[in-house]
């Protein structure tokens, strides 16, 4: 393993409570990325995005090419979904995406590679934009930009700070503290330039002085590229502690800025607006190149896996068409998760497509995938210990077994980010984070029923 | 199509398990277990097979024909409360006694609650206690260190805490300080006393290896031996002739075993830093009270037992420092 030079193994920052420090496993890291062909067909859903589903534009039969709109944005709070390929719509209809239920989605005949002429798909670097603020935002919602880090809140509305807040910072994660994924790492080696006009971008979108790159020191690499590109500019670059869950915004203003996001407020809240640097990398794209978010990087990883690899594909690409650009799928694999093992959610079927917030496919083994047996909570703590919101996983869970959700309230269940810390550790094997989950779900219904 | 298991994250785990800590417990003990054999020979090999045997025993039995549960008697727990029963007992106690004493932590301290996990008190202090309100001969007679072949027939005394508490209602500190054995024999193990909490110096080497590997953190520990150590330097500082000094405090009885092994058990300690902390001063506060004002020479067992019943309490009250401030809902 290459060793850290000693200028960056210093003043190394870390978030204050919890955490924990699974191996990393980063199998696909040094992995180029790859660019992946279109398969025959793709399936393109119309909700991607944190928000209200897109309306859809087009129709069975329907001549569509890449980078043409199929979905717009049906509130503020939605965004535009591009067609990733060229060729015919087959049909709108529901299909099974990634959360295993049934919704409505655009399946596109893939025929040959036609996209928009708008599109300027040279590798140019475009380092500066002459663009308003506004019109950044403007190019950022017609690009159907969401936050690429997995969680897909639209990119234009974090960008539109609130009346009565101000925002002083811009924070670029580039933490990727799940293990196994890489994507993220692989895109600050290749596209340091891009990302750091990006960056620039989105400080003009934000009306920002500062911005800050959070990188984790396992990728010692991309700090020294980052550290490169950005020398001399008012981006700074900042090595962090390899400790999980630091790419939780929370956590990462916190160690960043040592500045703590208020229990139910946003990073907004203190100032910041934070974006993930796959986020930075769209941006770029749409906003100097004309190209809308059709594609983007995901790490195809496993233990059995033959080859573990960062790919480039189009949205809509079923998973089982990466897993075999990645070797195939091994017969031992029980269990294929869509992002990262401690907050990624578990497929039922390989025909899901990659979504705008797939950041990885990760399949794990038989001996990987199974639980281990409950056994009674022995009070160690360690769930306290590790719990980086300053929760009581065990408190909350029993209080979940026993429906006492109001006292669940109380103990600020609302304050739980799911990073999965406490079931992680228990030495009792206690699906804590399970109950919490239910228990969050009960609490927002009380809260609701309260407001009306 | 393939058949693939689908459950909510997260998806990897770490290898901690409950048989690995309580056996991480036990290898931490075994520096103290060694001087305990070295000193006390055959009467402490002889108490510590039959109190960890009977811990399982007793489990084995109440788990099966009463509660009729799977029984989990090698999850680690039971060898673990037979070890630091054994710790707590004079090494020539007749080994029936050492059953009972089983029984009574075991069946009283862990079952009745509804096993491990559910008690409020310290096992293992539950069956020291039961014998020592049943036995108070054979409880209070301390074989002397060296006598490595005997056991009920060991030659016994008093421990320094109990010399110094009878010497003090004619003498002054200054005048028993001889009849005690010197620091370096304290830290060492070579005193009277229990079979276990001889041993300074083993206890704490325990106490790094288990810090070292995370079974425990510095709050119970520290916070019981610096309370300690502070409350008796301050009497110390104001009558030297009444109070022995701290380090005399901290080197003697069970302390160490107690702030380090017993006070530090995972069911009945406080289950965040700040109700750790509280708990640790309350118990090194009254174990103080005992020793120098009440009627026994050592208090330790009483002070974790007192507290162990307020550990509900505080977890219920003291709570860990959470993230962010609270902002007005709207």
């Known amino acids: ?452 | 199509m393939n058949k693939f298991i689908v459950s909510p994250s997260p998806h990897v785990y770490s290898d901690e398990s409950v048989p690995k800590l309580m056996y991480g417990v036990i290898i931490s003990m075994l520096p103290a277990l060694g001087v305990s054999v070295f000193y006390f020979g055959i009467g402490m090999i002889i108490i510590t097979t039959v109190s960890i045997l009977s811990c399982i025993l007793f489990e084995y039995l109440i788990q099966t024909y009463v509660m009729k549960v799977r029984p989990s008697h090698l999850d680690g727990s039971a060898v673990l409360t037979g070890l630091l029963l054994a710790f707590c007992l004079p090494a020539n106690i007749p080994f029936c006694m050492v059953m009972i004493g089983a029984l009574a932590a075991v069946g009283i301290g862990k079952m009745t609650f509804g096993g491990l996990g559910n008690n409020i008190f310290n096992p293992a202090l539950v069956g020291r206690v039961f014998l020592f309100i049943s036995f108070p001969v054979a409880m209070t007679a301390w074989p002397e260190p060296g006598q490595w072949m005997k056991y009920t027939d060991a030659v016994t005394g008093a421990t320094p805490l109990g010399i110094m508490k009878e010497g003090l209602a004619f003498r002054n500190v200054g005048e028993i300080m001889p009849e005690v054995p010197s620091f370096l024999h304290l830290f060492m193990g070579k005193m009277m006393g229990s079979a276990g909490e001889i041993s300074a110096a083993a206890l704490l080497i325990g106490m790094l290896y288990m810090m070292f590997r995370k079974i425990i953190t510095w709050h119970i520990p520290v916070s019981i031996l610096g309370t300690v150590f502070l409350f008796t330097g301050i009497l110390w500082l104001v009558n030297p002739d009444r109070f022995a000094d701290p380090l005399f405090h901290l080197l003697t009885g069970g302390l160490m075993l107690g702030a380090i092994y017993m006070a530090t058990d995972y069911v009945t300690s406080p289950m965040n830093k700040r109700g750790m902390l509280i708990y640790g001063v309350g118990i090194g506060i009254v174990t103080v009270l005992i020793r120098i004002f009440g009627a026994y020479p050592e208090g330790v067992q009483f002070a974790i037992l007192i507290f162990n019943g307020f550990t509900p309490l505080i977890n219920k009250y003291v709570k860990p420092s959470r993230f962010g401030k609270e902002v007005a809902h709207g």
């Open chain 1, 1 to 452: 393993m290459k060793k850290p030079p000693n200028s960056l193994s210093m003043r190394l920052k870390t978030f204050a409570r919890g955490g924990v420090h699974p191996p990393e496993l980063k199998l696909s890291s040094g992995q180029p990325i790859e660019e992946l062909a279109p398969p025959e067909t793709v399936v393109i859903p119309l909700s991607q995005h944190l928000g209200v589903p897109s309306e859809v534009l087009v129709a069975r039969g329907d001549e569509v090419k890449v980078g043409q709109p199929i979905a717009s944005a049906a509130g503020f709070v939605s965004t535009n979904i591009h067609s990733s390929v060229s060729g015919k719509v087959l049909k709108v209809d529901n299909f099974m995406d990634s959360t295993g239920y049934r919704r409505m989605a655009v399946q596109i005949q893939v025929e040959g590679d036609t996209w928009i002429d708008t599109v300027d798909r040279s590798d140019d670097l475009v380092p500066k934009t002459v663009l308003s603020g506004g019109d950044i935002r403007k190019k950022i919602l017609e690009a159907g930009i969401v936050g690429l880090g997995g969680a897909t809140f639209p990119s234009h509305v974090k960008l539109t700070v609130p009346s009565g807040k101000k925002a002083e910072y811009l924070i670029i994660n580039g933490v990727e503290c799940e293990p196994f994924l890489t994507a993220d790492h692989a895109l600050m080696l290749e596209r340091s330039d891009e990302l750091f006009s990006g960056i620039q971008i989105m400080m003009k979108g934000l009306g920002v002085e500062k911005a800050i790159v959070g990188i984790e020191n396992n990728k010692p690499d991309a700090i020294e590229a980052m550290k490169r590109v950005t020398a001399g500019s008012p981006v700074k670059v900042q090595g962090l502690k390899v400790k999980y869950p630091q790419g939780g915004e929370k956590q990462l203003v916190q160690a960043l800025l040592k500045r703590e996001v208020p229990s139910g407020g946003l990073p907004i809240d203190v100032g910041v607006v934070v974006f993930n640097v796959g986020t930075v990398s769209a941006v770029y794209d749409a906003v100097m190149k004309n190209r809308p978010l059709i594609e983007r990087v995901v790490t195809v990883t496993g233990k059995s896996l033959v080859n573990p690899s960062n790919f480039r594909v189009r949205i809509g690409t079923p998973v089982s068409h990466l897993i075999e650009a990645a070797g195939g799928l091994p017969e031992q694999t029980a269990k294929v998760i869509n992002g990262g093992p401690m907050m990624g959610k578990a497929l039922a079927s390989l025909d899901v497509p990659v979504v705008k917030g797939t950041s990885g496919i990760l399949l794990l083994d038989e001996t990987e995938a199974r639980r281990k047996e409950v056994l009674p909570c022995i009070r160690c703590a360690k769930c306290i210990g590790v719990c980086p919101m300053g929760l009581e996983p065990y408190l909350l869970m029993t209080l979940s077994e026993k429906a006492m959700y109001e006292r669940m309230e109380e103990e600020k269940v609302l304050d739980c980010i799911e990073c999965g810390s406490c079931s992680y550790t228990c030495p009792s094997s206690r699906p804590l984070l399970d109950y919490i989950r239910l228990g969050k779900g009960e609490v927002n219904k009380l809260i609701r029923a309260r407001k009306s």
